[in-house]
């Protein structure tokens, strides 16, 4: 931990302090080697393994999703760079299955920017690395106030990449030039930058941190389903009892039924605002519906009788079978409740937050990233008996925690911990 409060690392981003010199940056508007054509058949995708199987180094990989157009998070194009191979870009929906490309890899690092959201969609296709460096969360461990790939190219290369075209509709056939232009740029230089966060990591004390947490990215299970996702609704908390939740999770199934028939995302079909409306108002007739202004548009109004069938069937239920107005869960209550319930917890939780933040603040990182927020939650409402760092230490591990994690942050939580409860 010698190098840890390297100055780099907690300096303010320049691009983000100084306008002018982010936009004196130079654009990178085209692909070094030219534009890749896109590879959508068996021969294609043959060339591309043979080429990359071939290169040397690590190899860079992007995805681009539909979100916000289509159901689910699938990728629609994947781009890769390496040395000695060049850049590709894939086809997924043409070629669905990548696993010879990933075969063609084994042992190779791959770098990709923030991993979380790619690796989902990449293991859809079978592309998987054994290896994983990811620049997002290296500058989040580095500290730095922006972490998008265009802020981080920006402050560590002094270069510029365009990003007009992140948000649009990937799933659309054939793509337009401009689009694969801005797609292979996205792996361009992602090795570059992943060799520049490498030596600041190591710079900083903090590669091994890095190594540890990458490693976790790649060993991280998939997430189980949510048991009520309809609970994830935007505004939900407005609506205050069971028949009202009743209806907006009618409505939410049906919707996101109709999202998945027709491949749409679900807020295309029906925004979240116009259930939470129409569950405090309870309209009756699909006259008092579409009074509702959302439902009067797009295609919510084609599925207006689909609506009022799941309102009155909220409306004719028994009670025992409306929601509770709070999910199970295997955790603790909401921290909101807690100094109701247990003034204790509350106390030794705000200690602990408090001692997170003042290791975090001195490691120059966010405190999420330090510690994951649920752990010191779970630490504070149940703790080890006695408490002291090696108990501490125990129940992090538990909850998760990586063993940098666990170094950093034991001896001063179990030290808040004791402070809290005398």
Not at 111 to 139: I, M, S, Y
Request: net charge negative.
């Amino acid at each position: 931990m010698a190098n840890v409060l390297n100055s780099k690392t907690g300096d303010p981003d320049p691009s983000a302090s100084n306008g002018q010199e982010a936009e004196e940056a130079p654009l990178l508007s085209e692909p070094s080697e030219g534009l890749p054509p896109v590879v959508s058949d068996a021969e294609g995708l043959a060339g591309v393994v043979a080429a990359f199987a071939k290169g040397t180094g690590p190899v860079a990989v992007d995805a681009e999703r539909a979100s916000g157009y289509r159901y689910g998070q699938r990728a629609y194009l994947v781009q890769l760079r390496r040395m000695g191979s060049g850049s590709a870009l894939i086809d997924p929906i043409a070629c669905p299955d990548l696993a010879p490309l990933s075969e063609a890899l084994s042992g190779a690092e791959m770098v990709l920017h923030a991993a979380h959201q790619d690796l989902p969609c990449l293991t859809e296709v079978n592309l998987r690395p054994d290896v994983l460096f990811d620049t997002e969360l290296a500058g989040r461990l580095l500290g730095y106030q922006r972490v998008g790939l265009g802020a981080m190219v920006e402050r560590v290369l002094g270069l510029r990449l365009a990003k007009e075209h992140s948000a649009v509709d990937w799933s659309i056939r054939p793509l337009p030039e401009d689009w694969l232009r801005y797609a292979a740029l996205d792996v361009e230089i992602l090795v570059e930058l992943r060799n520049a966060m490498e030596a600041e990591l190591a710079e900083a004390g903090k590669l091994e941190w890095a190594r540890e947490e990458f490693a976790a990215s790649l060993a991280a299970p998939p997430k189980e389903p949510r048991p009520d996702p309809w609970r994830r609704t935007s505004g939900i908390h407005k609506v205050r009892n069971q028949r009202a939740l009743g209806i907006v999770r009618e409505l939410w199934l049906e919707r996101d039924r109709i999202a998945q028939e027709r491949d749409i995302s679900p807020g295309r079909v029906l925004q979240d605002a116009a259930m939470v409306e129409a569950a405090l108002a309870m309209p009756r007739t699909s006259a008092e519906l579409v009074e509702i202004k959302a439902f009067s548009i797009r295609l919510a109004r084609r599925y207006v009788p689909v609506w009022v069938k799941a309102i009155n069937r909220a409306r004719d239920m028994r009670t025992v079978e409306l929601p509770q107005p709070s999910a199970p869960g295997d955790g603790p209550p909401p921290t909101n409740r807690w100094a109701d319930r247990d003034p204790a917890a509350a106390r030794r939780l705000e200690a602990a937050r408090s001692a997170v933040s003042g290791i975090a603040e001195r490691v120059r990182m966010p405190t999420e990233n330090l510690l994951q927020p649920d752990a010191v939650r779970r630490l504070a409402w149940a703790p080890p008996r006695p408490v002291n760092a090696e108990t501490v230490k125990t129940r992090l591990r538990e909850h998760n925690a990586r063993e940098w994690q666990i170094e950093l942050t034991s001896e001063g939580l179990a030290s808040a911990l004791r402070e809290a409860a005398s």
